[in-house]
């Protein structure tokens, strides 16, 4: 299966951007602790706000924005309630979920508990495999990538990430859903919520 981009000459993400509330506690969580390079610091024109950009190797960078008219973060809409495994994860269309850093697969654990010596509440590691529910306890040849999970101050969730396979055709057949599906699952949870606990006399 060929991965070749036909249409335009991308090689990787140059930024991402975020929004935070405080630059200052930002700065310090992702330099002191996710230990990466503050690159570049703007103060935007007519008092807008700022915007720094932080370099998280390989070329790549992330940005946050920050306004001091931004409307507060809502879990659930601007970003998930909770962490995988710990609650609900569902976000708004055209919402961040989340941002995964690819780090080492064999230094997963290492990094679990050097997160946590920083203060940093975490998941477990997390092995996502085919399963029904798509976990696995242990490592085996159907996982596919290593996950661990924590949040910002602000609560972005953030990611560490491992692919642990080699995907091929087979592993791209889902067939998309639409905006159609998702009216109709609104449409069954609404039936559904109508009935009676009891159910229906």
């Given amino acids: 299966?060929?991965?070749?981009?036909?249409?335009?000459?991308?090689?990787?993400?140059?930024?991402?951007?975020?929004?935070?509330?405080?630059?200052?506690?930002?700065?310090?969580?992702?330099?002191?602790?996710?230990?990466?390079?503050?690159?570049?610091?703007?103060?935007?024109?007519?008092?807008?706000?700022?915007?720094?950009?932080f370099d998280i190797g390989n070329g790549d960078s992330l940005a946050f924005f920050w306004f001091p008219?931004?409307?507060?973060?809502?879990?659930?809409?601007?970003?998930?309630g909770a962490m995988p495994m710990q609650g609900d994860i569902v976000t708004a269309v055209?919402?961040?979920n989340h941002v995964a850093f690819n780090v080492p697969a064999e230094k997963m654990e290492e990094y679990r508990d050097k997160l946590q010596a920083k203060g940093v509440k975490t998941t477990e590691v997390?092995?996502?495999d085919n399963s029904r529910f798509q976990i696995s306890?242990?490592?085996?040849?159907?996982?596919?990538v290593r996950s661990l999970y924590f949040q910002?101050?602000?609560?972005?969730?953030?990611?560490?990430a491992a692919w642990t396979a080699v995907f091929?055709?087979?592993?791209?057949?889902?067939?998309p859903a639409t905006a159609a599906d998702r009216q109709a699952w609104a449409d069954r949870k609404k039936a559904s919520d109508a009935v009676p606990a009891g159910g229906a006399d």
């Avoid at 008219?69 to 998930?80: I, K």
């Avoid at 306890?137 to 159907?142: I, L, S, V």
């Fill in 126 to 128: 997390v092995n996502h």
């Fill in 168 to 175: 091929t055709a087979a592993d791209a057949a889902h067939k």
């Fill in 1 to 53: 299966m060929s991965r070749e981009n036909s249409e335009f000459a991308i090689t990787g993400i140059n930024h991402l951007a975020l929004v935070c509330s405080d630059m200052e506690r930002t700065v310090d969580f992702y330099t002191n602790v996710l230990g990466f390079p503050l690159m570049k610091t703007l103060d935007l024109p007519m008092d807008l706000g700022q915007h720094f950009f």
């Fill in 69 to 80: 008219n931004s409307p507060d973060a809502v879990p659930g809409v601007s970003s998930p």
């Fill in 137 to 144: 306890k242990d490592m085996n040849p159907d996982v596919f």
């Fill in 152 to 160: 910002d101050p602000d609560g972005i969730l953030l990611e560490f």
């Fill in 94 to 96: 055209g919402s961040m």
